[in-house]
């Protein structure tokens, strides 16, 4: 039987359709191995940040690394300017003469400070009621990233040439006449533009 040149056209037609389908099915396959590819290798977060080393790996609020803290040793031209104006119980207290810490904020840090002091904010708790958690608390020597202050006579610490971040001012008060217990405060600093920080403690 002589196909018609009609259906010889259709023909042609159909075959063309065919062959766009497999193409078209072809690439959806491909999409699908692609994405389930993807999928089993994890969620994308981005780019790294500039100077980064994917090799290092991601903080860790369990492990103390020293490269977490590396931010915390530039120079910068931000400050904390503090004052210490606790009571408790009627009782005045003093830090006159006191070390005052500043430490840098990280996950393992702010985990250690939550440990130690029931929050990663600000705190006033007995310095042996700090000390009895300690041994609960995430270690490491952390001890070269820490800056160092000291009370005046009008209980009053700076801290100059730090560089943007987020800081826990640490200090122990002592009550003013000695009766009383000696207490630990604490609170979380940030230092933003450079700017010098009032704190009230």
């Given at each position: 039987m002589r196909i018609s040149f009609n259906e010889d056209l259709a023909e042609q037609a159909v075959s063309a359709y065919s062959v766009r389908m497999m193409k078209l099915r072809d690439l959806l396959i491909v999409g699908i191995l692609l994405a389930l590819n993807a999928c089993a290798a994890g969620p994308s977060l981005g780019p790294q940040p500039p100077g980064s080393n994917p090799a290092v790996g991601a903080p860790s609020a369990d492990v103390f690394r020293p490269e977490d803290f590396a931010w915390s040793t530039a120079m910068g031209k931000g400050g904390i300017e503090g004052h210490l104006g606790f009571s408790f119980d009627g009782v005045?207290?003093?830090c006159k003469g006191a070390g005052v810490?500043?430490?840098?904020e990280t996950l393992w840090s702010r985990r250690r400070i939550s440990a130690l002091y029931n929050s990663p904010i600000s705190s006033a708790l007995p310095v042996d009621e700090v000390r009895a958690r300690t041994a609960t608390a995430p270690s490491g020597d952390y001890s070269a990233f820490i800056r160092r202050?000291?009370?005046?006579?009008?209980?009053?610490?700076?801290?100059?040439?730090?560089?943007?971040?987020?800081?826990?001012?640490?200090l122990v008060a002592k009550p003013l006449g000695g009766k009383g217990t000696d207490m630990a405060i604490m609170k979380r600093v940030e230092v933003r533009g450079g700017r010098v920080v009032l704190v009230e403690l």
């Open positions: 005045r207290y003093t810490i500043l430490t840098p202050a000291t009370c005046d006579g009008g209980d009053r610490f700076t801290f100059s040439t730090l560089p943007n971040g987020a800081w826990f001012v640490i």
